[in-house]
């Protein structure tokens, strides 16, 4: 008999990756493709969620052909994808009625201000755990619903979309649910993404239907929520579709609480932080939904089928990756490695601070209206400056977040586990470690995300029997202790949040 494994789909903001991995967590297969981001107008981001689709198609193909596998050797696949970007489709043929508004796009700025002079904040944190923001699936479901094109019946007049979702003729949901229909045909999420929609109450485990009215969306249109690695499994993929195979697609999880099972913070304290395109810190905060009063978002960790919800603290920091792309888009970089060369050419950022504040700042800040910034120049200032002060202001950012952190939680961490494509670099890592004193963990396998969801998948069909099995799989590449004195780095860090100051509620309609 050949050898069998899991299949693990990871759609991110900028591509699609598939990944196989075997019983001891490593990778035996890995392609990837990026699609289109779409700008339509400034503060605005979309995806074409057919784009997407394909994609997804063609790394699945691919990484198998390559790595020489065959799709009857997967015992399941698991799916993680960007969270609270926003899909609504034909539940008949299955098309898109508009772009997928992504979780960076601030269009709903305005609504979630009306939220705020309504005096509803408190409610909707209460409900859900979350911050109301342009960031979540609420306001980007109500703004398609208002504002997608009619569509065009046979009989060649439009309808309204609103009247047609209301009529039950349109799904939605986040890319999760996107894929799984895609793959199986049936309209599931899992309850990490459900979560992030400020649709569903994470008390209740439900959809919440004071929400639903509030932002006026069919109850209709909702997935069905699963735990995160479903033992009932969220369907089967056509055996007479692109693989040829039935898989099972057994598990589900927002990128970030996935990167978080990847890492395995399993238990309560646990904590971790995932730099990609943006940078999310993320601590199990086990069967306890903690509040937050210092601007972090409670959410759903994961849950395993027939268990309790295990819940997180999270701080979500809008900026991470894309400020190093933003350093190439203005030629001061060639490529992301360079970056730790120009900062090390250079003792200090001379006094430069870069606020990284593209699409409005999250955690714990909450300002849609920030903008990116940069204070302290001199006719001295150099590349080199810049650049440094862009890798700080990530490490700086991370600090914001960790103090809120341990702040909420009293949980002091002692390691910080983290991942994504910024931590090969290790000026960064140790600059983080400097910077909130706390221990760095690098793993070998810096593509957590992937792996936890394909060991929710695994759990669900037992291809692992217990969390012990993935604790015994984790192996850490390099640690990071810090080497700064604290004083030093205490007073660049008071700098920074004069220079966040002066980049908050910048932006204004005209």
Not at 18 to 28: E, I, K, Q, T, W
Not at 230 to 241: A, I
Not at 301 to 321: D, K, R
Not at 333 to 356: C, F, H, K, M, W
Request: aromatic share 8%; charged share 25%.
């Amino acid at each position: 008999m050949p050898d069998t494994y899991v299949g693990a789909i990871d759609q991110g903001t900028t591509g699609t990756r598939f990944m196989v991995f075997d019983h001891g967590g490593r990778v035996v297969a890995n392609a990837y493709e990026t699609h289109e981001q779409v700008y339509p107008e400034p503060g605005w981001v979309e995806h074409d969620p057919t784009e997407i689709w394909e994609n997804t198609r063609k790394v699945v193909v691919d990484g198998l052909e390559e790595a020489g596998l065959a799709a009857s050797q997967l015992e399941a696949l698991g799916i993680t994808n960007q969270r609270e970007t926003t899909v609504v489709w034909d539940a008949e043929t299955g098309r898109p009625v508009h772009n997928a508004l992504v979780w960076q796009d601030r269009r709903t700025t305005d609504r979630v201000e009306e939220l705020r002079a309504a005096g509803k904040v408190e409610w909707i944190r209460g409900k859900t755990g979350l911050e109301a923001d342009a960031y979540f699936s609420a306001t980007k479901t109500e703004w398609i619903l208002d504002n997608a094109e009619p569509l065009k019946l046979r009989a060649s007049r439009g309808e309204d979309v609103r009247d047609r979702a209301e009529n039950g003729e349109l799904l939605m949901g986040t890319i999760d649910s996107w894929l799984v229909y895609n793959l199986t045909g049936n309209h599931i999420t899992d309850v990490t993404n459900a979560s992030r929609t400020m649709l569903y109450d994470i008390h209740d485990m439900a959809w919440d239907a004071e929400l639903l009215e509030e932002f006026d969306v069919p109850a209709s249109m909702l997935p069905e929520v699963r735990p995160s690695s479903d033992e009932s499994l969220y369907g089967h993929t056509d055996p007479d579709g692109f693989l040829g195979e039935s898989v099972p697609v057994a598990g589900a999880l927002g990128d970030q609480q996935a990167a978080m099972f990847g890492q395995t913070c399993f238990d309560e304290g646990d904590a971790k932080n995932t730099y990609g395109t943006g940078s999310f810190y993320l601590m199990n905060t086990g069967t306890e939904a903690v509040e937050s009063d210092h601007g972090l978002l409670t959410t759903v960790g994961f849950q395993l089928s027939g268990e309790p919800v295990q819940y997180a603290l999270e701080g979500a920091i809008f900026v991470t990756g894309a400020a190093i792309e933003w350093l190439e888009d203005v030629d001061l970089i060639n490529n992301a490695a360079q970056t730790a060369e120009l900062a090390r050419s250079v003792d200090s950022t001379d006094g430069v601070y870069v606020v990284p504040a593209f699409t409005g700042l999250g955690a714990p800040h909450w300002d849609g209206r920030a903008r990116g910034t940069i204070v302290g120049m001199t006719r001295g200032t150099r590349k080199e400056h810049v650049v440094r002060a862009t890798l700080e202001s990530i490490a700086y950012r991370t600090r914001d977040v960790a103090e809120a952190m341990e702040a909420d939680s009293g949980v002091e961490t002692t390691t910080l586990r983290v991942d994504g494509g910024a931590v090969n670099n290790d000026f960064l890592c140790q600059l983080q470690s400097d910077i909130i004193r706390t221990e760095i963990a690098r793993p070998k396998v810096d593509e957590t995300t992937a792996l936890g969801a394909a060991y929710a998948a695994g759990l669900a069909v037992g291809y692992w029997d217990t969390v012990d099995e993935l604790r015994e799989n984790r192996r850490v590449d390099r640690e990071f202790a810090p080497e700064r004195e604290r004083e030093a780095v205490d007073e660049l860090y008071d700098r920074w949040s004069d220079a966040v100051e002066r980049s908050l509620d910048w932006a204004r309609e005209d």
